[in-house]
């Protein structure tokens, strides 16, 4: 069973999510939080597999818990997916920067939340290309003073290939066509890729590839 978190303010969003989820065979929800820091607590004493995290929230805020949880090694095993609109770019892109897997809109079909969670809760990254890469591009185009990207030096010429396919919206099986390998290689160099990098998953891996310049962005 694929165990997922709920943290929204709103008492009226939990339900509707717990409903959907919970008739849903494979799915269930091991928790609620009204707050960051109720979902900090929260991740730290069910372990969901996936938290739905809202970003406005009282006291502490989605962006920060993010940050906490993503930040503990022992939660490493926790994703967390932010809930946003895909308007607001400025929280998109500090919702990746702070360790999230992805994020989805409130408005989000019963089928789309489904699907989500479980690329989330296999490992992946909940991206959608045409938001994430013009997100991502917006608010790395220039130098942020004090934030210094990784060096990509410890990857191999096909690790960094595979890196910018990933930051392109490839997946897995789409970067196997393009090189001529298997996708489980495919996800081997990626993966590689993350951990000499740091990154906790592909959604961070976009990220660096962008703030070290091995992918610029695309102007119009």
């Known amino acids: 069973m694929i165990r997922i978190g709920l943290a929204d303010d709103h008492a009226l969003a939990r339900k509707g999510f717990r409903l959907i989820i919970e008739a849903s065979p494979g799915f269930g929800v091991v928790g609620e939080a009204a707050n960051g820091g109720a979902?900090?607590?929260?991740?730290?004493?069910?372990?969901?597999?996936?938290?739905?995290?809202?970003?406005?929230m009282p006291e502490i805020d989605g962006l920060t818990a993010t940050r906490l949880i993503t930040a503990d090694p022992e939660l490493a095993?926790?994703?967390?997916?932010v809930l946003?609109?895909?308007?607001?770019?400025?929280?998109?892109?500090?919702?990746?920067?702070?360790?999230?897997?992805?994020?989805?809109?409130k408005d989000v079909e019963p089928a789309?939340?489904?699907?989500?969670l479980?690329?989330?809760?296999?490992?992946?990254?909940?991206?959608?290309?045409?938001?994430t890469r013009s997100v991502i591009a917006a608010f790395t185009a220039g130098p942020r003073p004090g934030d210094r990207?990784?060096?990509?030096?410890?990857?191999?010429?096909?690790e960094r290939e595979v890196m910018a396919l990933v930051a392109s919206g490839l997946s897995n099986q789409e970067i196997a066509v393009r090189?001529?390998?298997?996708?489980?290689?495919?996800?081997?160099?990626?993966?590689?890729?993350?951990a000499k990098?740091?990154?906790?998953?592909?959604?961070?891996?976009?990220?660096?590839?962008?703030?070290?310049?091995?992918?610029?962005?695309?102007?119009?």
């Open 39 to 56: 979902a900090v607590a929260l991740a730290r004493n069910e372990r969901p597999d996936v938290l739905i995290m809202d970003i406005r």
């Open 179 to 194: 090189l001529g390998m298997s996708p489980l290689t495919a996800k081997t160099h990626a993966n590689r890729a993350m």
């Open 197 to 220: 990098l740091g990154a906790r998953d592909r959604a961070q891996l976009v990220i660096l590839a962008y703030e070290t310049g091995l992918v610029r962005p695309r102007r119009a």
């Open 84 to 105: 946003t609109t895909y308007a607001d770019d400025a929280n998109v892109y500090a919702a990746l920067q702070a360790g999230a897997s992805g994020f989805l809109v």
């Open 149 to 158: 990207p990784p060096d990509l030096a410890p990857l191999t010429d096909r």
């Open 112 to 116: 789309d939340l489904l699907k989500a």
């Open 77 to 81: 095993a926790v994703r967390v997916v």
């Open 118 to 131: 479980q690329v989330v809760a296999a490992g992946d990254a909940l991206l959608s290309p045409s938001v």
